[in-house]
């Protein structure tokens, strides 16, 4: 288990963060400047808290009122970087033992032709990270980083400097890779909510320096605690409601003159709150299905490669709705015709006032 509570004042900015995770894939997700890579490197030991404590595995790897602070190199962890960090005046071989130069010459050879062979790299040993592929650098750094045999993996936005083409297949490949060698916690950041999704088990939302959530991947999309959370799962519909109702099985709510029904999730006390659907869980068609179906008015379109974006107006709110491309077509058609918006009961998510900012 990975245990992380502690404090860093970094110029006007303050990380103060606290969470827990027991094993797999945590995904840190937050925007630019809430503290994710700085994050990573408290827990490397890369940078020292103010205060607080870190230990993973029970082990205790820095705690200020007891003044431990365990250096990085004894800390057991495996740091990869952005941009893979691999030494350019050395091998592929070398590269992967330098993290293990400290043992005997045949020692190294030994673990270094094992790690090459599972990484697929036994033909590249003699490589220098400018003879190979994005892929291939990938697979050399996580080999080098597996090698010293951690206890948890820290991943910087590994993907980030990838082109768009090639990021799927080597995320597909990493995934694989750390699931056939690593049994230990991995965490990995990113702002990419679809790369977090894919990748992660859990997914840690971090905001200005604050742990706001932390969850399985779909209740952190599909029942954000907080506003910032609904925002960057990718939410475009959110408005201010207000809780009119409610029995053990639903809540009513309003805005306006848009009264809806909202499976009853959790126990919410404030009358204010705020409701949100992902565009994707709306549907419009020519026919009123149920008592959360209105008249909408389609106001304007998006078209994408593979789905299209609907903007319709609907009881004085603007509301983003994605269709395939068959559909879009044949709404478009007969664009003049009334159409129904649907808002599905379970799938509409309430955040409680409290944390409206946040």
């Not at 993973?56 to 952005?82: A, C, D, V, W």
């Not at 400018?130 to 990938?138: D, E, F, I, M, N």
């Not at 319709?312 to 478009?332: L, R």
């Amino acid at each position: 288990m990975l245990d992380v509570s502690c404090k860093k004042q970094v110029d006007d900015f303050l990380l103060d963060i606290s969470f827990k995770f027991n094993n797999g894939i945590l995904g840190i997700l937050g925007p630019s400047g809430s503290g994710k890579s700085l994050t990573l490197q408290c827990i490397a030991g890369l940078i020292t808290p103010d205060s607080g404590h870190i230990s993973l595995n029970s082990r205790t790897l820095f705690n200020s009122h007891e003044k431990i602070n365990i250096p990085t190199r004894l800390r057991k962890i495996g740091y990869m970087f952005q941009n893979y960090a691999l030494f350019p005046h050395l091998n592929v071989a070398e590269n992967i033992a330098f993290g293990i130069r400290h043992l005997k010459k045949n020692q190294r050879q030994v673990l270094v032709n094992n790690m090459l062979n599972k990484m697929k790299l036994s033909n590249y040993a003699n490589y220098y990270p400018s003879q190979l592929s994005g892929g291939q650098q990938q697979r050399v750094a996580l080999a080098r980083t597996l090698i010293t045999e951690p206890e948890i993996l820290l991943l910087d936005e590994p993907f980030s400097a990838l082109d768009s083409h090639i990021k799927h297949l080597l995320e597909q490949e990493l995934l694989e890779i750390i699931k056939n060698n690593f049994s230990g916690i991995v965490l990995f950041v990113t702002h990419n909510i679809e790369e977090a999704y894919r990748l992660a088990d859990q997914i840690l939302i971090l905001s200005d320096g604050k742990t706001i959530q932390l969850a399985d991947k779909k209740e952190v999309i599909y029942h954000p605690t907080s506003l910032v959370t609904a925002r960057l799962t990718g939410c475009k519909n959110i408005l201010d409601v207000n809780l009119i109702d409610s029995d053990s099985e639903k809540y009513v709510i309003s805005s306006g003159s848009l009264k809806l029904e909202v499976k009853n999730y959790n126990n919410f006390s404030s009358p204010r709150l705020i409701a949100g659907i992902h565009p994707h869980n709306l549907s419009i068609s020519s026919e009123k299905t149920t008592n959360n179906s209105y008249t909408c008015e389609i106001i304007d379109s998006m078209e994408g490669a593979f789905t299209d974006t609907l903007i319709v107006k609907c009881e004085g709110h603007i509301f983003h709705v994605n269709v395939m491309k068959n559909q879009y077509d044949k709404i478009m058609k007969k664009k003049g015709q009334t159409y129904y918006l649907h808002f599905p009961m379970d799938k509409i998510f309430l955040i409680s006032e409290s944390n409206f900012r946040t």
